[in-house]
């Protein structure tokens, strides 16, 4: 299946579309192409806010914080989604969880790529109406389908190795 169909699905069973992924085989290249491509879009949704924040306040210019913006996203965070994989490895073992570390950066990376379209709408949401109601609403929407994904991920891959 192609990957946009892969995210789709992900949203009614993510369980079935994390159990196809593993049953293609460890592909370390494949997970981190799916961190690097979730932190990217996540970096893109912050354009519109960063452009905001930065017609109301010019005292930090626009490059400065799409600067912090790309260091953040894309050098920093995939180191923080690996450490959390590993955590999220090790509370699934004193589960009882049998999988693999390979399983548990799965079902994060997977899980980030999945709501990565929500992030765009959340990151035009803030640059284009700022906070409020809607900014606040589109962000638990994002959470609870992530926290959604990733938990039924993690517990199809951690169910047994």
């Known amino acids: 299946m192609s990957a946009?169909?892969?995210i789709l699905q992900s949203y009614r069973s993510p369980r079935v579309v994390i159990r196809r992924h593993l049953d293609r085989g460890v592909n370390e290249g494949r997970v981190l192409m799916f961190l690097i491509a979730a932190c990217l879009l996540v970096?893109?949704?912050q354009w519109p806010n960063v452009s905001?924040?930065?017609?109301l306040d010019p005292s930090i210019p626009l490059d400065m914080r799409l600067g912090g913006?790309?260091?953040g996203w894309l050098f920093i965070a995939p180191l923080f989604f690996?450490?959390?994989s590993g955590?999220?490895?090790m509370v699934a073992r004193v589960f009882g969880g049998q999988g693999t570390t390979y399983g548990a950066r799965l079902a994060l990376f997977w899980s980030m790529l999945v709501v990565a379209p929500l992030w765009l709408l959340h990151g035009l949401t803030a640059g284009l109406i700022g906070a409020g109601p809607q900014l606040t609403g589109i962000g638990l929407v994002l959470s609870v389908a992530f926290f959604w994904i990733w938990i039924s991920s993690l517990v199809e891959?951690?169910?047994?190795?």
């Open 82 to 84: 690996y450490a959390l």
């Open 43 to 45: 970096f893109i949704s």
């Open 87 to 89: 955590v999220s490895y």
């Open 52 to 55: 905001r924040q930065a017609q």
């Open 4 to 6: 946009t169909r892969d």
């Open 69 to 71: 913006a790309m260091l």
């Open 157 to 161: 891959t951690q169910m047994q190795g």
